[in-house]
């Protein structure tokens, strides 16, 4: 019989109460695991899109709060950028959210410089590449082949005009294999954007350190006025959505704290109000009053962590449950690192501390005579 | 008598703020100039009866300045609208000469009050012609969708016009309306325009629609969705072709 | 015995609710070490009160007690105290319900140094003959076996006085016999000073000496030691 036991007891003397304690803590653990993850997810997801395509860099219009860029002029500051130290290639990007086929949501079409390094990292799947800048067809992403229900040889309608699908490939980024991919010319007339990208992706030569790359920074900031260069992760922290997906997380960890403490400090309160006079008995029977806080401080973190590894369960099972739902197909790729876990663990434990402070105080501070008289 | 200055002076840039009804509509008139927009659109059409019309999608593009405004519509998807296309040109005079066409050979003349592809759009509202009249008028304050708007109403007598009198709510410091209502010469409401979400402009005070519904006398219902817009488009030297083909073979029709 | 005073109490009075009820008004008693004394008294003559103020739950409002030369004035630590020297014996039992005898025995120890717990727990259950019911859960157990725990649990923590508060209140007089019995058995063996309220005059007639309460005073003081 030691302290852990004894709290783990007075626990399990009021299951329906306990029980209910830990589903109301696991729901905002989970609540709070599932946004987070998928905020953490989407962001990673463009920057592993960026990473993998091997870009240093991006240089883009000083964004406004849509979530793309709006496009401009590549030729405008493309030949500028090359001439910059160890600038190996620019490249253009446009990108648009798009409708391609009636029954499925929107999806990104991406407009590619034909032969450039963007392509290099995709892995052709089925079919074929595109043969020149100018051939009408689009290169279908693994994810979207199956949510467009399209495969190598079919045509979709995109804006009006009929597209050959040529190739089905796969990229390491969700985001990739969600998109429909072409090359910029046709994206260009597609959208009736001549020469117009929305990015322009910059890769370094092997010698280039990050000094050069702060050089680079400071030369588009000096010498181009309205752009910005910045890192795919700078791009994807700016991104309007990521911004939203993670201050709605961030909301939610504040709600599921605040919730998980009162809902915590409510029943440790309300227990210790029932068990005055055991309090009582106790102190009577010689036990510290530090004993008395470390026995209500046991019981709230025993509520709020196993409120917390049900939540992580309940919402890894939710955000994974998303990922497969056909409307987010694509979208999320939620992310469930170990220290993002242990995190959430310290937040349930931060519960307990928080919820469970007052309540040990409280029962510590009751006076022996007067809690025995407690009826 | 320190402390009346004081409170004089406070009030001051109060008064300043808030501009009159003609300079409003200046601003307004002013905030739609553009060396070229293009905009692409899906359109959703619903009867009274509550039946929806497919779908569809329209790209608008035009430039706007003081001394001409022109406008281009192109349909985009499905097939009953692909291929075909509307031009129309305001002068400073404020009319507005509108023309439809398939291969811009064969252009003919349309009415510039004419609905496009059975929806409630209509290209002389595109224009917005009553920011140039000459009678405005501020009426009170409002709230729509939770934002504040003053409504300032502009009337015409010109008789060849089938509004003379629009009532706007405009958000000044955003300088777009978000609901406009437009009434015919016997003050019979002709539609009713209410915008829904807002975009910024790349002039981050500016805004514009993202989603706009359009309710006519009728009970027709259009819901109008910017899907993807370029505030720097670059217009074509043959955009507008078909107007200068429209005004070679008619001279001298509207 | 007779000349070693264990517990002093000079002239305490005790105020509940906040000066509004009056529950001792200047008692003065002297406890000899290995004494087994009974209080006894109506209800609400002060019996539990002055219990609680010896066993150091409640601060007399005026006056001092003494334990062999300490003045409670002076202790620091009250449950050290308390967890040293006393230990509890109630009329209602008050074990938890969920643990078992054994447990319950050993729950005073908890947050305690030290080891043997356990054995001595045990030991103790064993000499009051509840060796079969160890592990027996209190509402399987009769209200003398229960006392019986209840008594094993105040021995825990090897204290020199047993505070008891109608320790045979709640049993029929069979069973308040054997744990009578039990009590002063066990009293004897260790050498321990017991003060038992009571108001059995069976009960109290084993005592070496009975204190008679009334209005929160000592009205009589009789037996061996008086």
């Known amino acids: 019989m030691n302290l852990f036991r004894f709290a783990l007891d007075n626990l399990y003397r009021r299951p329906a109460r306990s029980g209910l304690t830990v589903s109301a803590i696991s729901l905002g653990i989970a609540a709070v695991v599932a946004l987070t993850s998928i905020a953490w997810g989407f962001e990673a997801s463009w920057q592993k899109a960026n990473d993998a395509r091997g870009t240093d860099l991006i240089v883009t219009r000083i964004a406004s709060q849509n979530s793309m860029p709006s496009p401009f002029l590549a030729a405008k500051v493309q030949d500028a950028l090359g001439r910059l130290p160890h600038v190996k290639e620019v490249v253009g990007l446009l990108s648009e959210m798009l409708t391609v086929s009636e029954e499925a949501p929107p999806a990104f079409v991406f407009g590619w410089v034909y032969g450039s390094y963007l392509w290099d990292h995709l892995r052709l799947i089925d079919g074929r590449w595109p043969a020149d800048s100018d051939e009408p067809v689009v290169m279908v992403g693994s994810l979207a082949s199956e949510i467009l229900h399209r495969k190598t040889g079919d045509q979709v309608e995109i804006e009006g005009q009929v597209f050959k699908v040529a190739g089905i490939f796969e990229s390491s980024a969700v985001v990739e294999n969600g998109a429909v991919i072409m090359t910029l010319n046709r994206a260009q007339a597609l959208t009736d954007k001549p020469g117009k990208v929305n990015f322009l992706n910059i890769k370094l030569d092997a010698g280039a350190s990050e000094a050069d790359l702060a050089y680079i920074k400071d030369q588009v900031k000096k010498t181009m006025p309205g752009f910005l260069a910045i890192t795919s992760g700078e791009l994807v922290g700016n991104n309007a959505i990521v911004r939203i997906s993670k201050a709605m997380s961030n909301a939610t960890i504040l709600i599921a704290t605040l919730v998980g403490a009162l809902v915590v400090f409510n029943t440790m309160l309300m227990s210790i109000n029932e068990r005055t006079r055991e309090i009582g008995i106790l102190l009577a029977l010689g036990w510290q009053r530090a004993t008395i806080i470390k026995l209500v401080f046991t019981e709230a973190m025993l509520l709020s962590l196993l409120g917390g590894l049900l939540g992580i369960l309940l919402g890894a099972g939710l955000a994974v449950g998303l990922e497969h739902l056909e409307l987010m197909r694509g979208k999320i790729d939620a992310i469930f690192s170990i220290p993002f876990l242990f995190a959430v663990l310290g937040l349930s434990v931060l519960l307990g501390i928080f919820g469970g402070l007052y309540p040990a105080l409280k029962a510590s501070r009751l006076l022996p005579s007067a809690a025995l008289r407690h009826e | ?254 | 015995m007779a000349n070693n005073p264990l517990i002093r109490i000079n002239g305490i009075t005790l105020y509940f609710d906040g000066g509004q009820t009056r529950a001792l008004n200047g008692v003065d008693l002297t406890i000899q070490e290995g004494e087994f004394v009974a209080i006894v008294g109506a209800s609400g003559s002060g019996k539990s009160s002055l219990l609680n103020v010896i066993g150091t739950l409640d601060t007399p409002t005026d006056g001092e007690i003494y334990f062999r030369d300490q003045a409670y004035s002076t202790i620091r630590d009250a449950s050290l105290f308390r967890r040293e020297n006393f230990g509890f014996i109630f009329q209602g039992f008050h074990l938890i319900p969920t643990l078992s005898a054994l447990d319950n025995v050993i729950v005073p120890t908890i947050g305690c140094e030290g080891r043997g717990y356990q054995a001595r727990a045990q030991a103790l259950l064993s000499s009051l003959g509840l060796q079969d019911r160890l592990n027996h859960f209190p509402g399987k157990l009769s209200g003398g076996e229960r006392q019986r725990v209840a008594i094993a649990r105040s021995l825990i923590n090897r204290p020199r006085v047993i505070l008891a508060d109608e320790p045979t209140g709640s049993l029929d007089s069979a069973n308040a016999q054997q744990v009578l019995d039990l009590l002063t058995q066990v009293v004897r063996e260790q050498g321990l000073t017991l003060i038992m309220v009571t108001h059995d005059a069976s009960v109290s007639a084993r005592a070496d000496r009975i204190v008679h309460m009334r209005d929160g005073r000592v009205e009589q003081n009789l037996g061996a030691a008086a």
């Open chain 2, 1 to 254: 008598m320190k402390r009346l200055l004081v409170l004089l002076m406070c009030f001051a840039p109060l008064c300043h703020a808030a501009p009159g009804a003609d300079e409003l509509a200046g601003l307004m008139q002013q905030a739609k100039s553009t060396s070229g927009f293009s905009a692409r659109m899906n359109v959703l059409v619903t009867r009274p009866d509550g039946a929806h019309g497919t779908p569809f999608k329209i790209a608008v593009i035009g430039r706007f300045r003081a001394d001409k405004q022109q406008l281009r519509i192109n349909g985009i998807s499905p097939d009953s609208v692909r291929g075909r296309f509307f031009a129309a040109e305001s002068a400073r005079a404020g009319e507005i000469r509108a023309v439809s066409y398939r291969t811009p050979d064969k252009v003919s003349g349309v009415d510039s009050d004419a609905h496009l592809f059975d929806s409630s759009l209509v290209l002389w509202d595109m224009f917005s012609p009553w920011w140039n009249w000459r009678r405005q008028a501020l009426l009170a304050g409002e709230r729509i969708n939770g934002r504040e708007c003053v409504t300032i109403r502009s009337s015409t007598d010109v008789k060849n016009s089938t509004v003379r009198e629009v009532e706007s709510c405009v958000d000044v410091s955003a300088r777009l309306s978000l609901r406009t209502r437009l009434y015919d010469a016997h003050h019979a409401l002709l539609r009713t325009l209410v915008v829904g979400k807002t975009i910024q402009k790349a002039d981050p005070s500016m805004q514009a629609a993202k989603k706009l519904t359009i309710t006519d006398a009728e009970g027709v219902v259009t819901q109008v969705e910017v899907y993807s817009g370029d505030e720097q488009y670059q217009i074509a030297d043959d955009a507008f072709a078909a107007l200068d083909a429209d005004r070679d073979q008619k001279p001298g029709e509207r």
